[in-house]
């Protein structure tokens, strides 16, 4: 028997030792054993898992203090998770040795080398590695023994554990026994309540249920739908929204009669196989979606109803990337921000170590080690949705931490899923707790979702804030669409995915779409019925099941397994099922390989329909109240975005209408900010009304307890404290009224009889104060006149403001100003901010609402626009003849002395004088 002793990378800063190293290693040197001594069990199952494959024999122990817990059963290894679940201070079934390791004492008498590197070569990275931890290890040689090494240092004292330790160690086995139980005709009984509470009852709905219910029965799964609405109950006990759905589940009929979802799925064409098959042995996964801001009062709510041994989150583990292991060594050594940034991006992450920099020793030690530290662990941290719920203690049978009174597995998630238990995922949506603010708590999912406002405003691009379509992509694909109802918008959020995207799918249907718009009609190639929703392409994966379904005369489940097997490219289950359908129409041999063809070509590219129909739900009611009460949006929208993203958010406001104040001037189309929701060192400040104090000093002189200086220096560049004068004289003040100087006592020189020089107040011009409301708040609130090039303005497709708030292909004019120290270009009602050389006068071509230095030009000279597929008619206008439209539906029609209003085009090619 050979025994190593190994502490795992979970120790955090304590080893480097990774499992597939490691058992490399341990065959090498002739191991049989690898007891796991971590001062937790966190590692256990991964590396019992890893190592067992390799044909080690691994035993998952403990160490505290100067103690290694050994144990010698499944039964054993149970008494360890109570030991340390402070249920036990005593464990049996465990061999227990005392004492210091050999690495630390060569005369140690018991039979433990630590290891916590493989190679004596990884020394020195090892205790760099452990610095960054400023863990207190004592300075000793940990490498995994060789062969020769351990037989002199180990082999004589390992008698102990030989006889302890005859049997290979197995993990216990683990049943999860999900909290609540029901019968399947008490479950029925809850179904059928709610369909009744959402007016159905129509006899399909009856029997879809039915169907459903039995195979839910089959599988003995009725618990565990029980408990997904047992959640969702006490979610809206607190007045914490539920989303109207995500996954597959959406597609089930009885998880939409329990109050789970909010999607009818007869109406949309789901099926509830692609969800729960019974053809297959797959556990239900029924994830939910959450408002972020109730999601810690709902889990509070969870373990309270549940109690709170019986319920825990999941912990997760960070690794070093090479840039955040390059920041942790630099700030070790001392090195600064801009040394560091410029070694990250310079070196591509890490991928060559740049000429520029190779003779300086600290970069090129932070660059060697900062590549071996990457892929290590770094932190904590706890599964953004993973909740295990279970009937026993969780106390008895998972290793536990405590974390603001809520318990947390220390074995991730796929350890978990592993041992056979089942996690539900409670994810948290911003946009949720928007949305309920918006809808002032009532919930919006059994209107109908027919609202032409609601369509036509994401139709303009203007996208900022809804739930999956308001990045760059996503909103070039939704404007090309123009959505007109829900399936749309469900086909839109599908389409803006890699697959689709690169294998042109995305691009073939909105060339379809167009033609369809243009001409009332598209070109496809041959007719399929089962795809005449997406214009004869196969989009979603419940379009596989329909048409496996309708075309090659499987049932649903085998529908299913189809799709599932085409996507993981399984040949096997492929060529079995077509022998099926071969079987069951043999007279239609050649339409059934020319249908399978197609599936194979296409099918990896769909996505699931259940999940974009309710993404879509949600998406749809944001639109609607940004569309119908924009006001209200923008004022609870812009406070949550980055910096960076309220700039957009601000260009679409103004292009519908509205202006930013910080107090209200009496107009109903006034979007009101209040600093303090913009800076989180405020909120013991009420920014939300002007400052009653007679001026600038007794203001700070009253709130001087909860201001700095740089708080105070926001709130005049907000124009906070605009009713007390100059901005540019305020910011003078501030270290005169935070030192408590009182303006009102007179100078050394008056008391003398000197007569003052009067100084006049120097006052900010209207660019000023925007660029110092652009410092603050990510964009301006001051609109000014400016004058623009009105010469080419033929050539222009749209203001400044109107195409970076439809995050729109074209060109804008503009002016350069310098202001605050930065420079800007702008129409006078959006600034944006520029790094490089502009004229003071000129054009911007926006790509997808972004602009470089390249798209700068001072004049032009000639445009030519692209579109690719059919324009309408009534969307052309006439131009100079400087300008070129190119329209191509296969072939190209150049149109000269012509430009589109209104439609958008795909590209831009421009000459003239950058």
């Known amino acids: 028997m050979r025994v190593a002793f190994v502490v795992t990378s979970h120790e955090l800063y304590a080893s480097i030792l990774n499992p597939k190293e490691t058992a490399f290693a341990l065959k090498k040197e002739g191991y049989d054993t690898c007891i796991l001594i971590d001062s937790s069990l966190s590692s256990s199952i991964l590396w019992f898992r890893m190592l067992k494959e390799q044909g080690i024999n691994v035993i998952p122990g403990l160490k505290k203090e100067t103690r290694y817990y050994i144990p010698t059963s499944s039964q054993g290894f149970l008494q360890l998770i109570a030991l340390e679940n402070e249920l036990t201070d005593s464990p049996e079934d465990v061999v227990v040795i005392e004492g210091v390791p050999k690495n630390l004492d060569e005369t140690s008498e018991i039979p433990v080398w630590e290891s916590r590197y493989v190679d004596p070569r990884q020394k020195n990275l090892f205790k760099i590695y452990i610095s960054l931890g400023e863990k207190n290890i004592p300075e000793a040689d940990y490498h995994l023994l ?34 609540v139980h029901t019968t399947i005709e008490e479950l029925r009984a809850l179904a ?88 297959r042995e797959d556990f239900p996964d029924i994830d939910l979606d959450v408002e972020d801001e109730k999601r810690p009062e709902l889990i509070h709510k969870i373990t309270e109803h549940f109690s709170s041994e019986k319920v825990c989150l999941i912990q997760t583990m960070g690794t070093f990337s090479f840039r955040s292991a390059a920041r942790a060594l630099a700030r070790k050594m001392k090195v600064s921000e801009s040394e560091i940034r410029n070694l990250i991006s310079w070196s591509r992450n890490g991928k060559f170590l740049p000429s520029s920099l190779s003779k300086d020793k600290r ?78 708590g009532k919930e919006p ?3 109908n979702p027919d609202n032409r406002k609601s369509f036509a405003i994401l139709s303009r691009g203007y996208t900022t804030g809804i739930f999956q379509i308001e990045g760059n992509e996503a909103t070039a694909i939704i404007k090309k669409i123009s959505p007109e109802n829900l399936e749309d918008l469900a086909i839109g959020i599908a389409l803006n995915r890699p697959g689709p995207i690169s294998s042109g799918i995305t691009r073939e249907y909105i060339r379809r779409r167009r033609f369809l718009k243009a001409i009332g009609n598209y070109t496809a190639g041959e007719h399929i019925a089962s795809l005449e929703d997406t214009l004869g392409l196969l989009i979603f994966q419940e379009q596989v099941i329909r048409l496996a379904i309708s075309e090659l005369k499987l049932k649903p489940e085998e529908g299913e397994l189809l799709r599932r097997a085409l996507s993981k490219k ?18 239609n041999s050649e339409k059934i390989s020319k249908y ?15 999940h974009s129909i309710a993404y879509s739900l949600l998406s749809y009611w944001i639109a609607y109240h940004k569309a119908n009460n924009p006001v209200l ?38 979007i009101i900010l209040v600093p303090g929701d913009f800076r989180p060192s405020l909120t013991k400040i009420d920014t939300s009304k002007p400052p009653k104090e007679e001026n600038f000093f007794a203001y700070v002189r ?14 005049i560049k907000t124009g906070f404290f605009d009713q007390y004068g100059s901005r540019i004289k305020l910011l003078k003040d501030i270290n005169n009224a935070l030192s408590g100087v009182d303006p009102d006592l007179k100078s050394v020189l008056k008391v003398f009889g000197y007569k003052e020089e009067e100084i006049t107040e120097e006052m900010e011009s209207l660019v000023e104060k925007a660029a110092m409301e652009f410092e603050t708040f990510g964009f301006n609130l001051t609109e000014f006149e400016v004058e623009l090039d009105e010469k080419n303005k033929d050539f222009v497709d749209g203001t400044l403001t109107s195409l970076v708030a439809g995050s729109c292909t074209g060109i804008a004019a503009f002016v350069a100003i310098n202001a605050s120290g930065k420079k800007f270009i702008t129409d006078g009602r959006t600034l944006l901010p520029v790094k490089f050389r502009v004229p003071e006068k000129g054009f911007v071509v926006f790509k997808k609402g972004h602009f470089g230095e390249k798209s700068i030009f001072s004049e032009i000279h000639t445009v030519t626009r692209i579109i690719n597929g059919p324009v309408p008619i009534d969307h052309l206008e006439k131009a100079s003849e400087k300008n070129t439209l190119i329209i191509d539906t296969g072939k190209k029609i150049k149109l000269h002395g012509m430009k589109t209003r209104d439609f958008e085009v795909d590209e831009i090619v421009i000459g003239g004088e950058s």
């Open 146 to 179: 060789t062969e020769e090494e351990y037989k002199k240092i180990i082999q004589p004292n390992i008698g102990v554990l030989e006889s302890a330790l005859k049997e290979p160690f197995e993990l216990p086995r683990f049943k999860h026994k999900i909290p």
């Open 192 to 279: 059928i309540e709610g369909l009744k509470e959402a007016g159905i009852t129509d006899k399909k709905y009856l029997e879809r249920l039915d169907k459903e219910l039995k195979i839910v029965q089959d599988k003995g799964f009725q618990d565990y739908f029980l408990l997904i609405a047992e959640i969702v109950k006490l979610a809206k006990s607190i007045g914490c929204w539920v989303g109207p759905g995500r996954g597959s589940a959406v597609g089930s009929l009885l998880v939409r009669a329990l109050g789970i979802t909010a999607v009818d799925p007869l109406k949309y064409d789901l099926y509830f196989e692609r969800f729960l098959n019974p053809a």
């Open 363 to 440: 970069m090129t030690s932070i660059f060697k080690f900062a590549n071996q530290l990457s892929g290590l662990y770094s932190t904590l941290s706890v599964h953004a949705a993973g909740i295990i719920l279970s009937e026993e203690d969780l106390r008895t049978i998972i290793p536990l931490r405590k974390s603001d009174e809520i318990y947390i597995s220390q074995w991730d998630m796929k350890s978990l899923e592993y041992l056979g238990f089942q996690k539900v995922d409670l994810l948290g949506l911003r946009n949720l707790s928007l949305l309920r603010k918006l809808c002032e």
């Open 445 to 447: 999912w059994n209107k």
């Open 570 to 587: 399984d040949t096997e289950t492929i060529e079995k099922l077509a022998e099926v359908v071969q079987e069951r129409s043999p007279e």
């Open 596 to 610: 399978l063809e197609f599936l194979r070509d296409f099918s990896g590219y769909s996505f699931n329909k259940s």
């Open 633 to 670: 949006f923008y004022k609870l929208l812009i406070p949550l975005m980055d910096s960076g993203s309220r700039l957009r958010a601000a260009a679409e406001a103004r292009e519908l209408g509205l202006k930013f104040s910080i107090f209200n001037p009496g107009n109903r189309n006034n």
């Open 702 to 715: 009253k709130n001087r307890n909860y201001l700095t200086a740089a708080d105070l220096e926001f709130l």
